[in-house]
């Protein structure tokens, strides 16, 4: 769990003629300097950014209880359209559910220009088209019955227009549509990325959980069915905004608190002409974000609301978003004072008795950990080696398995431990690097990167 959770809570007021979101709350600077940036949007009626506001047309207010706001005086940063300076990560989700090789009417079609899929994955190529600034970068994922992550945010939009190719109509077993489920597992490929940051889903209808329909243990959350309030959980977890396009006359009905709850919004299109303007309608009203930093205030709280407040020609509109702090006593850290001598002392006097003692070299379990998977993804992480086998393999059957990888083999490669030596050594029945080298057996050192279709696997031999 992160130390700084953010749970927010979008909140309209009635119409001026154009419309104010808190797109985004970086507190990631809160706990050093006490500074919370946000990201506002500021759009007409039809949509547009709204520019050239100055800061005298922001006021920002700050409260522990949602009740009793506090201004704050003077803004530590205010930048238009930061976003379009700085750079946006967008990871484009794309369903790729059965219903998507149909037409936009609904209607079994066996004529590839008809579908829905090559209607949406050429607006995403006019999308990428349009991408021109150099510090944007996107990412692909699709889903059905599995989530699968194509290509990891890049700058390299040649990269996702291959893998977009690459898409290919499912098989009956992988044709349900786990909406909920992906997009809460689409947030764990954002961790370590900073910034602005938003998830743009298409959907062509419900989420349809494989183990509800198919009426069998879904083959990677064997009897959990994911909830709507689980990806808003996620996204507000680590900051970020969820874009949601329904793409067909049936719509989920919770995609849009989705949207609406992580900071972002929904948008409808019917053909492939629309839903290229959808694309570029979200670019920019990202880009045309204006960004706000100010000082948090004293008051200890678990979580703290801001309110922006935007004033146009007479005109008011404002937002108000919450998040949880885990700053020392919840004070400032110039305020803190004598109260954070005191867990210092503690922690050298910590220090001084941990040093006196004496501890001999132990040594545990020898493990393989999966640090990411260009496609598909791996059941578990970290897979100790506490047998004289480990198979790794895309078999449900495998000691760690890679699913959503048909390159991946069923007993792909075997790790296996020689107690008179006490070494490991990976024997590879299908493609197989170490360190970069392709391989088909090889003793294992500690630190040695293992490479099965394109997960990356480090071994680690246990020595603390």
């Given amino acids: 769990m992160p130390a700084l959770l953010f749970v927010l809570s979008f909140v309209t007021a009635a119409a001026f003629g154009y419309n104010v979101r808190l797109s985004q709350i970086d507190a990631s600077r809160l706990l050093l300097s006490q500074t919370v940036r946000l990201y506002v949007s500021v759009t007409d009626d039809l949509g547009i950014p709204v520019q050239g506001l100055g800061t005298d047309s922001f006021t920002i ?32 989700l794309l369903d790729n559910s ?49 989530y699968t992550l194509l ?9 996702v227009v291959g893998f977009l190719e690459g898409i290919e109509r499912p098989d009956s077993e992988q044709a349900y549509t786990e909406l909920y489920a992906s997009l809460t597992l689409a947030v764990e490929d954002f961790e370590g990325i900073g910034g602005r940051r938003a998830i743009v889903i298409l959907s062509d209808g419900e989420n349809y959980p494989y183990l509800q329909h198919a009426g069998n243990p879904h083959p990677e959350f064997g009897d959990k069915i994911y909830r709507y309030t689980e990806p808003i959980q996620a996204c507000q977890e680590v900051g970020i905004s969820v874009y949601a396009v329904n793409f067909a006359d049936q719509k989920d009905p919770n995609l849009e608190a989705i949207a609406v709850e992580t900071g972002g919004t929904v948008f409808d299109a019917r053909s492939q002409e629309e839903l290229a303007r959808v694309y570029q309608r979200i670019h920019e009203q990202v880009a045309g974000e204006y ?15 801001v309110r922006v407040q935007v004033e146009q020609s007479g005109q008011s509109q404002q937002a108000t978003r919450f998040y949880f702090s885990s700053t020392v006593f919840g004070l400032p850290m110039a305020k803190i004072g004598v109260l954070l001598i005191i867990p210092f002392v503690l922690a050298f006097v910590l220090l ?26 791996a059941q578990t992480r970290v897979m100790p080696l506490s047998s004289a086998k480990t198979v790794i393999g895309g078999s449900r059957n495998a000691d760690l398995t890679i699913v959503g ?23 590879g029945s299908g493609d197989l690097t170490v360190n970069n080298q392709p391989v088909k057996t090889k003793v294992l050192e500690p630190g040695d990167v293992i490479d099965v279709g394109g997960a990356t696997i480090v071994f680690d031999d246990g020595e603390v």
């Fill in 98 to 146: 059965g219903s998507m090789y149909d037409t936009m009417a609904g209607r079994t079609t066996e004529d590839t220009s008809r579908m829905r899929i090559t209607h949406a994955k050429n607006a995403v190529r006019t999308f990428l088209g349009s991408m021109t600034q150099p510090k944007d970068t996107v990412g692909l994922g699709s889903y059905n019955t599995s």
């Fill in 405 to 427: 990888n048909p390159s991946v083999k069923e007993q792909h490669a075997t790790v296996i431990y020689d107690a008179k030596s006490k070494a490991y050594t990976v024997v």
């Fill in 291 to 305: 960004l706000i930093g100010y000082r948090a205030t004293m008051a200890p709280a678990e979580k703290k609301f």
């Fill in 352 to 377: 001084w008795l941990i040093s006196l003692l004496k501890f001999e070299k132990k040594r545990g379990p020898a493990t393989l950990e999966v640090l990411k998977t260009r496609v598909g993804r």
């Fill in 61 to 92: 207010f700050e409260s522990p209880d949602g009740k009793e706001f506090e201004r704050i005086e003077g803004l530590s940063e205010f930048k238009p359209r930061a976003a379009s300076a700085e750079g946006i990560t967008f990871l484009l």
């Fill in 151 to 159: 290509a990891e945010p890049s700058g390299d939009k040649s990269l």
